[in-house]
């Protein structure tokens, strides 16, 4: 008898409200990503596993590079692909994998041979000067053909192989796009379409959006009175050559998406460089990669595309994360730091964002020989700081999820993180006349990025609570009534089997204190006394 082939991994929509949907349940990565040449043998992709068991993931960022998969014009070989899904079986990972398909970090360092060293057929872009660039040109169709036929060729054996598993829940389709070190392509065939008009399904969507559109496009436009007629520079001014490039660019990975998605429609997303601070122009980031100045260009033109992901390695990670927080866009972050300054930002993603995913980079630090970053290596078998600080969260974390999932947009989540711009304590309005007053046992100290506080606070009822997470105390402050801290019925160390709790230890007497204190990570379910009020 055939076995079923129950429901593919899907985003769901309901009204603004996004879950990723796994095996019919809602589904939260707390993910990693390899480095780039971890999948280049299974015995590095075995290390990346371990390094994933290690710090509690459920999820692995796996890349996929073009060169190696199709080394001769379709002449695939699949090897790398099954050994990777073999691998996290094993170690009961799910998998998204990274298609390094025509650009990898605004580049072509992964496409094969036989592209790279024939540029007549696949043409690169070129900068204003007319020199030829290490990346191809977004209007070269020969080469987005090739894409195109690699990317369903590669879904096509996912689907094969894994339809009944899902294990892959999620696809990455190229790896930050767009141009770097020039503004626009300036080759023939792109100038001519910069020179024209821009198409009408672009300026329909503008139009549609226009009082959402994110503040600099929509400022651009406005300076040109919201033409909707004329050259892409008579319409959108300075911006001109970034709106360009997001077109082009967008255009070309919806092609690359809509080909795979044909094949096998899990969800997609793209991953974005986001501009550093100290850069002024576009081109000194990726230009037309869904940065905040023209992520709207990527929604109306990326149909197949279904979540804007930023790759935040900054220190304003909150701002940077809300920017792709929106309505139509859930928030993951695909890639960020893997140092304890961004570990407690999972908590901001998850609780304060209705995040789905959060993954940092490079989780086999320290484990490949040539790493240079000394702040980060660690002796063998040992964890790196970052991987501590990560360990730690993903520790506590993963057996929240569930009820993560069924608190997600309902305002009973709250992420407990100590800002770089706040001091060393924070209040945080719980609804129902309560806050809470969160005391973090160490400051943020910008040299040693020592900022490993972290929690969650998750409102059961009105009188209950699950408090978790590490490095902060923390207590209930009243504002009814007289002014009290709030007196506690019961205080429970424990953990969650599905969503039951299970009571590990009961605290009362030197163990209880009006103060709740997370020196270590712990989770912890108290009840509130609020007939006082
Ligand atoms: C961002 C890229 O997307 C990753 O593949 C990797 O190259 C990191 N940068 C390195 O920091």
């Given at each position: 008898?055939?076995?079923?082939?129950?429901?593919?991994?899907v985003?769901?929509?309901?009204?603004?409200?996004?879950?990723?949907?796994?095996?019919?349940?809602?589904?939260?990565?707390?993910?990693?990503?390899?480095?780039?040449?971890?999948?280049?043998?299974?015995?590095?992709?075995?290390?990346?596993?371990?390094?994933?068991?290690?710090?509690?993931?459920?999820?692995?960022?796996?890349?996929?590079?073009?060169?190696?998969?199709?080394?001769?014009?379709?002449?695939?070989?699949?090897?790398?692909?099954?050994?990777?899904?073999?691998?996290?079986?094993?170690?009961?990972?799910?998998?998204?994998?990274?298609?390094?398909?025509?650009?990898?970090?605004?580049?072509?360092?992964?496409?094969?041979?036989?592209?790279k060293?024939?540029?007549?057929?696949?043409f690169?872009?070129?900068?204003?000067?007319?020199?030829?660039?290490?990346a191809?040109?977004?209007?070269?169709?020969?080469?987005?053909?090739?894409?195109?036929?690699?990317?369903?060729?590669?879904?096509?054996?996912?689907?094969?192989?894994?339809?009944?598993?899902?294990?892959?829940i999620?696809?990455?389709?190229?790896?930050?796009?767009?141009?770097?070190?020039?503004?626009?392509?300036?080759?023939?065939?792109?100038?001519?379409?910069?020179?024209?008009?821009?198409?009408?399904?672009?300026?329909?969507?503008?139009?549609?959006?226009?009082?959402?559109?994110?503040?600099?496009?929509?400022?651009?436009?406005?300076q040109?009175?919201?033409?909707?007629t004329?050259?892409?520079?008579?319409?959108?001014?300075?911006?001109?050559?970034e709106?360009?490039?997001?077109?082009?660019?967008?255009?070309?990975?919806?092609?690359?998406?809509?080909?795979?998605?044909?094949?096998?429609?899990?969800?997609?997303?793209?991953?974005?460089?986001l501009?550093?601070?100290?850069?002024?122009r576009?081109?000194?980031?990726?230009?037309?990669?869904?940065?905040?100045?023209?992520?709207?260009?990527?929604?109306?033109?990326?149909?197949?595309?279904?979540?804007?992901?930023?790759?935040?390695?900054?220190?304003?990670?909150?701002?940077?994360?809300?920017?792709?927080?929106?309505?139509?866009?859930?928030?993951?972050?695909?890639?960020?730091?893997?140092?304890?300054?961004?570990?407690?930002?999972?908590?901001?993603?998850?609780?304060?964002?209705?995040?789905?995913?959060?993954?940092?980079?490079?989780?086999?630090?320290?484990?490949?020989?040539?790493?240079?970053?000394?702040?980060?290596?660690?002796?063998?078998?040992?964890?790196?700081?970052?991987?501590?600080?990560?360990?730690?969260?993903?520790?506590?974390?993963?057996?929240?999820?569930?009820?993560?999932?069924?608190?997600?947009?309902?305002?009973?989540?709250?992420?407990?993180?100590?800002?770089?711009?706040?001091?060393?304590?924070?209040?945080?309005?719980?609804?129902?006349?309560?806050?809470a007053?969160?005391?973090?046992?160490?400051?943020?100290?910008?040299?040693?990025?020592?900022?490993?506080?972290?929690?969650?606070?998750?409102?059961?009822?009105?009188?209950?609570?699950?408090?978790?997470?590490?490095?902060?105390?923390?207590?209930?402050?009243?504002?009814?009534?007289?002014?009290?801290?709030?007196?506690?019925?019961?205080?429970?160390?424990?953990?969650?089997?599905?969503?039951?709790?299970?009571?590990?230890?009961?605290?009362?007497?030197?163990?209880?204190?009006?103060?709740?204190?997370?020196?270590?990570?712990?989770?912890?379910?108290?009840?509130?006394?609020?007939?006082?009020?």
């Amino acid at each position: 008898m055939q076995a079923q082939v129950s429901a593919l991994p899907v985003l769901s929509r309901d009204g603004q409200r996004t879950q990723l949907i796994v095996d019919g349940q809602p589904f939260i990565m707390l993910g990693g990503e390899a480095r780039n040449s971890s999948a280049s043998n299974p015995e590095d992709l075995e290390s990346v596993y371990q390094a994933l068991d290690a710090i509690h993931a459920n999820t692995a960022e796996i890349p996929l590079s073009w060169n190696l998969l199709e080394p001769e014009p379709g002449k695939f070989n699949f090897q790398l692909v099954d050994a990777a899904l073999y691998g996290a079986r094993k170690h009961n990972l799910k998998v998204v994998f990274l298609w390094f398909g025509t650009a990898k970090n605004a580049t072509f360092s992964y496409v094969p041979d036989w592209i790279k060293s024939n540029p007549k057929t696949y043409f690169r872009a070129q900068d204003a000067s007319g020199r030829e660039m290490d990346a191809i040109s977004p209007f070269c169709d020969a080469a987005l053909n090739e894409d195109k036929r690699a990317f369903s060729a590669v879904m096509r054996h996912i689907r094969e192989f894994d339809q009944r598993d899902h294990t892959v829940i999620l696809m990455q389709v190229e790896n930050e796009t767009g141009l770097i070190r020039t503004d626009r392509d300036y080759s023939a065939t792109a100038t001519k379409a910069y020179d024209a008009q821009p198409p009408s399904d672009l300026l329909k969507y503008v139009e549609l959006h226009k009082d959402g559109l994110t503040p600099v496009l929509q400022n651009a436009w406005k300076q040109s009175g919201y033409r909707t007629t004329g050259s892409w520079t008579e319409i959108f001014g300075d911006l001109a050559p970034e709106v360009f490039s997001a077109w082009s660019v967008s255009r070309y990975v919806e092609q690359v998406a809509a080909a795979g998605k044909a094949e096998y429609p899990i969800p997609y997303y793209v991953n974005v460089a986001l501009m550093n601070t100290g850069s002024a122009r576009p081109g000194d980031w990726p230009s037309g990669g869904a940065t905040a100045h023209v992520i709207d260009v990527w929604k109306a033109v990326a149909k197949h595309i279904d979540i804007i992901a930023p790759d935040i390695y900054r220190v304003d990670f909150p701002q940077q994360a809300a920017l792709y927080n929106r309505s139509d866009n859930v928030l993951f972050v695909p890639e960020t730091g893997f140092s304890p300054y961004y570990a407690p930002y999972v908590f901001t993603v998850l609780a304060g964002m209705d995040g789905i995913g959060f993954s940092p980079f490079g989780i086999d630090h320290g484990r490949l020989a040539d790493t240079d970053r000394s702040e980060l290596k660690a002796k063998e078998g040992e964890l790196t700081a970052g991987a501590v600080a990560i360990e730690e969260n993903y520790r506590v974390l993963r057996p929240l999820l569930p009820i993560i999932a069924r608190n997600r947009y309902r305002g009973t989540l709250f992420p407990v993180v100590l800002d770089m711009y706040r001091h060393e304590s924070l209040a945080i309005p719980l609804g129902d006349s309560l806050t809470a007053v969160v005391h973090f046992d160490e400051k943020f100290v910008a040299e040693t990025q020592a900022h490993r506080s972290g929690g969650i606070i998750l409102k059961l009822a009105a009188d209950k609570f699950i408090v978790a997470g590490e490095g902060f105390h923390i207590n209930f402050a009243e504002l009814r009534g007289v002014a009290r801290d709030s007196e506690y019925l019961s205080i429970e160390e424990g953990t969650f089997v599905g969503e039951k709790w299970v009571t590990e230890r009961v605290l009362n007497g030197d163990e209880e204190n009006t103060t709740l204190l997370l020196r270590h990570p712990r989770i912890l379910q108290v009840r509130l006394n609020r007939t006082l009020q």
